[in-house]
């Protein structure tokens, strides 16, 4: 056999983080009865890849050994099989792993304390008194194999894993004669004791993986649909890793390979509670994770509780009810997530009503009975005539060769649990629904509102009737209260597709405007997040009472901007009036606000380029419409990135538009007795004078541009501590043609200097100090998308240069006060 011999500095750099490996010179792949290992010795795989030894991974100074196997080339993270994980060596000196009557291996304290043993099972009848002269030798596959002379196999270590799954280790799935593997992590970094963590098959079901958090369910992998399980395509490695499930005589194994690679990959289960595959990096030295789960919370084991399911095609994945559930508690704790999970909305009549609804693309449920067998016209049959089956599955595993039977019919009898949507691993679902349930309710509607709605005009006729023939002298005022009156009382439709919302609804849906509800506050009032009874969420702008419009203005006023539909704009649903409250309600957008992206440091780096740039060209759109595109031509006023909504596709909706006409009727006017808006954001001529116009908001925008290529805030200092502020820093780096240095270091690697470049120089042309040199929104919008490059230069923001404020804090203190001398009678915050 030969022998590896590796130069000194070599295992020198066999350093675990700051392990101390005791090795001498000369090294051997296999240890002989004659021969213990002591610390200060390794052994060495033929090709040098493995190694194993006595290590320590804590660099404290009471230090614990043990004896590992371990990469021998990588220099961290390296150990991937531990022996005495659970009685570490407290003496090295006295250590020894021995082969003891050449028939097990044993680990003691030359005082003769037994530290380990290899639990032996011999393929026949062994006792300690026999003599079968065997060895054990580490081959290169990183195995620890005890043989007997004859070549039989009496023990190996890739039967007992740790914490690590190797290429060509089986992991064994189903527990006929022998007992299920795990994986268990370590406790932590130092400490290769076991934690609570373990990954390995569901013991009920080797169709299924699980991450145990002690007897808990943290993670459970998808189920098996094939018994050659191929993952994407990894770049990095350029090729595929594949796991496969095979039957070694009557047990059930998984296994995993990458082939036609020499990269070293490996399975880890992580103390973090991650399953981690992980490939090394000869380049940078380092761990390059392929594959970690749980990604996100919401993967977690029955998050989103019975009947919900996380949807992972969502940017952020979020808990949805299946479709015909509704959540069972309101008190969904503002994160989206169903602690109670969801219920039926209708009791399920078993019978010839029920249909089953197919549900792509799902991770499905856990809990399942799984019946072998079936065809899959039988596994639906199977389901549809046992009314206690709550939906199937079906799969086709490719190959009869693990149960004689490649069929995969799962059934669910109850709840299902812990579901998720994803392309990448899902499959169908078919759940059991009424055949009506959805048709009868909308059948219910379009009988009933054309009857509200022509009872609703004959009332209105009656009113007129009434006015013209009994009650001429009556003022016009009156009759307009009276109108207002018997249509506010009603719930339903008033001007066509508009809904009057009443009160009790919003009470409801608000929880009684609860603080626990409450998304965010303006200077027209406060927002609650709501979910009508539908389910529908909603987004209510309670504003705040005296406010100079009588209800008919208000009314009609909502109307009109209810009427502006764009894709970038947040839709306005509806409106309520009671007593003196006035309501608006919005279309809820569960992403919420660019800045709760763009101003926070572990959300940024999700926002790539490509993600900002179509934000900027949304937001100019919107702006656009407004402007000019719409009947209104409205002036926003307070354009900032709090007002700016993300959907679930992150395109940018403008919200907050049109207030200043449905909260005061002032909007065409040059002059008002309010300036709303916000520091930073406000034009030179608005937060001086009061003077808005179309240019104001170019002003805003320009701000707003700034602000997403950077990723700082207008008010921030901290990456302007030698300017002003934002826009003096951009001037001042545009000027040098130094742009990169202001995009927001988290896309920098990624973006397209040339996009981001020129929206620095719109963005630079918006904040300009005189309101006719910024462009019209319509150019802004025609450069975006077109990319002309002939625009002019941009003047140097003489509005803030001038000023050479020492504090943030002082600069607001500034335009507040110069405000005041300007007689403007209120300047919101931010
Ligand atoms: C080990 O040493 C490194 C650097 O010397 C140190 O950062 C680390 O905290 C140490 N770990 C322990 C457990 O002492
Ligand atoms: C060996 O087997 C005994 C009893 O079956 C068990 O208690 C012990 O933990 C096993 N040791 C190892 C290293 O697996
Ligand atoms: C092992 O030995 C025991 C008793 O010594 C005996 O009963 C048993 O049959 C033997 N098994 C085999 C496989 O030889
Ligand atoms: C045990 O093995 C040794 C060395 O291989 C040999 O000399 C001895 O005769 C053997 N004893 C028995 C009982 O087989
Ligand atoms: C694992 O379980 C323990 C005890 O139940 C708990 O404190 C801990 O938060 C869990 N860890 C995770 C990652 O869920
Ligand atoms: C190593 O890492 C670098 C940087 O992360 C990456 O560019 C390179 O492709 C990686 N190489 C391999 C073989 O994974
Ligand atoms: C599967 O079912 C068919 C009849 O439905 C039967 O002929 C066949 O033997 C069954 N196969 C197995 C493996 O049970
Ligand atoms: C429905 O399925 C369950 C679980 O397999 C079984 O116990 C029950 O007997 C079945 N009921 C009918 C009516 O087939």
Known sequence: MAMGFLPIHRIISLVFCSASLFTSGATENRLLPSKPLTVGSTLVSDDGTFALGFFSPSNSTRNRYYVGIWYNSIPKDNIVWVANRATPITDPSSATLALTGGSNLVLSNTDGQLLWMANVSAPGNLSSSENISGEATLDNTGNFILRTSEGAVLWQSFDYPTDTLLPGMNLRVTHNRHALQWLISWKDPQDPSSSSFSYGADPDQFLQRIIWNGSRPYRRSPVWRNYLVVGSYMESVKSTIYMTISRIEDEIYISFGIPGVSSTVKIKMDYSGKIKIQVWNSSMLEWNVLQAEPVHECNTYGYCGAFGYCDNTEFIPTCKCFDGFEPLSKKDGGDGRFWEGCRRKETIICGRENRFLTLTDMKIPDKFVYVKNRSFDECSAECTSNCSCTAYAYANMGTTAINGDDTRCLLWMGDLIDTEKSVEIGENLYIRVNRLSDKRRSNILKITLPVVSSLLILICMWLVWIYNCQAKQRNKKIWKKMISEALSTSDELVDGKFPFISFREIVLATNNFSSSNMLGHGGFGNVYKGTLECGKPIAVKRLSKGSGQGILEFRNEAILIAKLQHRNLVKLLGFCIHGDEK????????????????????????????????????????????????????????????????????????????????????QQQGNTNRVVGTYGYMSPEYALEGVFSVKSDVYGFGVLVLEIVSGSKITSMHITEDFPNLIAYAWSLWKDGNTKDFVDSSIVETCSLDETSRCIHIGLLCVQDNPNARPLTSSIVSNLENGDTSLPHPKQPIYFAERNYGTHEAAEEAIVSSANTMSITALEGR
Do not use: C, V
């Not at 279309?587 to 790539?608: G, Q, V």
């Not at 679930?648 to 909260?663: H, L, Q």
């Open 583 to 666: 309501i608006l309600i919005y279309e809820y957008l569960p992403n919420k606000s660019l800045d709760a992206f763009l101003f926070n440091s572990t959300r940024k780096p999700l926002l790539h380029w490509s993600i900002r740039f179509n934000i900027i060209i949304g937001i100019a759109r919107g702006l656009l419409y407004l402007h000019q595109d719409s009947r209104l031509k409205i002036i926003h006023r307070d354009l900032k990135a709090n007002n700016i909504l993300l959907d679930d596709e992150m395109s940018p909706k403008i919200s907050d538009f049109g207030m200043a006409r449905i909260f005061d009727g002032t």
